[in-house]
C-alpha cells in the first residue's frame, strides 16, 4: 500500500510484494501519514481529508466505501500485530500529543496515558502487541523508548548523542 501525489492530487494504490499489478483505488487522501496494511490484508488505514478536518478511515480492498473510524483529528495509524485495534497520534496539544488507540469498529481502546513531544508521531508494534516502540524526548533530540502497554512502564532503549537527529 503507498500514496502518490499527481497533479496537486493524492491517490492510495495497492500492489504486489514485487510491485506488480499496481491498482489506484478510489479514495483520495491528504498528505497525512502513511497508509497501513492490516494484518489480515483486508483493510487500509488512513488519514484523509473529507473536507472537515483530518480523521482515520479504513479503506476496504474488496472495493467498499471506506469507512470512518476516527471522527476527530487523528493521524500516523499504526495496527496492532493481530489487528483488534489501531494506534494513532492525536491533535498537538502545543508542542506535544497524545497517542490513542481505537478498535476496529471505531470504540476507543484503552491505553495508558501516552503523551510524546511533536514530531514523534511513529509507532512500531512489537510482536505479541503488549508493547510499543515510540520516539521520545525534545522537539528534535529523540530516542527510541519501549512503552508496556498493559502497564504503562517506559524503558529507554537508546541513548543517542545530540548529534544524532531521527526523522
Known amino acids: 500500500v503507498f500514496g502518490s ?23 483520495l487522501t491528504s498528505d497525512c501519514g502513511s497508509p497501513r496494511l492490516s494484518p489480515d490484508g483486508q483493510w487500509i488505514a488512513v488519514a484523509a481529508d473529507p473536507g472537515t478536518g483530518v480523521q482515520l478511515f479504513k479503506i476496504p480492498l474488496d472495493g467498499s466505501s471506506p469507512v ?4 476527530e483529528y487523528s493521524i500516523d ?6 489487528g ?4 494513532y ?18 470504540r476507543p481502546y484503552g491505553l495508558p496515558d501516552l503523551i510524546l513531544s511533536r514530531g514523534a508521531s511513529r ?6 502487541g503488549t508493547a510499543l516502540v515510540v520516539l521520545k524526548g525534545e522537539f528534535q533530540y529523540k530516542n527510541f523508548w519501549l512503552i508496556d502497554l498493559k502497564t504503562g512502564n517506559q524503558r529507554q532503549l537508546t541513548n543517542f548523542g545530540r548529534e544524532f537527529i531521527i526523522g
Open 5 to 27: 501525489s499527481r497533479s496537486g492530487s493524492n491517490q492510495l494504490w495497492t500492489c504486489d510484494s514485487d510491485g506488480a499489478n499496481a491498482t489506484q483505488l478510489t479514495f
Open 68 to 71: 470512518p473510524t476516527v471522527e
Open 77 to 82: 495509524p499504526v495496527w496492532s500485530p493481530e
Open 84 to 87: 483488534r485495534f489501531l494506534v
Open 89 to 106: 497520534a492525536g491533535a498537538d496539544e502545543g508542542p506535544i500529543f497524545r497517542v490513542r488507540a481505537v478498535t476496529v469498529d471505531g
Open 123 to 128: 509507532f512500531c508494534f512489537l510482536p505479541g
